[in-house]
């Protein structure tokens, strides 16, 4: 079984920046792969970023590459979301879910889900 708590939600201005985090607990290794997923009011969840820690690849959607980074700690076991140039479109509750095997980016392939961490930039 794997634990995710999401935490670094807040408001920030347009242009500002900020960094989620997601602690896992349980057997989670370099073979799981992680994603960041968000939802906005009257939305579907949507991918925003996954990572394949044992080939160190990484993917992103189009509306967030060049803008954030998916990385992790392996002493903390934690996977950050560091999201900078950030924009009101940008609000929304986001998702740190984890899934045996490699990366994913659609919501179904995944076996873990954190809370959410809500994020709000304002204009």
């Known amino acids: 079984q794997v634990q995710l708590v999401e935490s670094g939600g807040g408001v920030v201005q347009a242009g500002g920046s900020l960094r989620l985090s997601c602690a896992a607990s349980?057997?989670?290794?370099?073979?799981?792969?992680m994603g960041w997923f968000r939802q906005a009011p009257g939305k579907e969840r949507e991918f925003v970023a996954t990572?394949?820690?044992?080939?160190?690849?990484?993917v992103y959607s189009d509306s967030v590459k060049g803008r954030f980074t998916i990385s992790r700690d392996n002493a903390k076991n934690t996977v950050y979301l560091q999201m900078n140039s950030l924009k009101p479109e940008d609000t929304a509750v986001y998702y740190c879910?984890?899934?045996?095997?490699?990366?994913?980016?659609?919501?179904?392939?995944?076996?873990?889900w954190g809370q959410g961490t809500q994020v709000t930039v304002s204009s």
């Open positions: 879910a984890a899934r045996r095997g490699g990366m994913a980016w659609a919501s179904v392939h995944y076996d873990y």
């Open positions: 349980g057997r989670t290794n370099s073979g799981y792969g």
């Open positions: 990572a394949n820690w044992a080939t160190s690849s990484t």
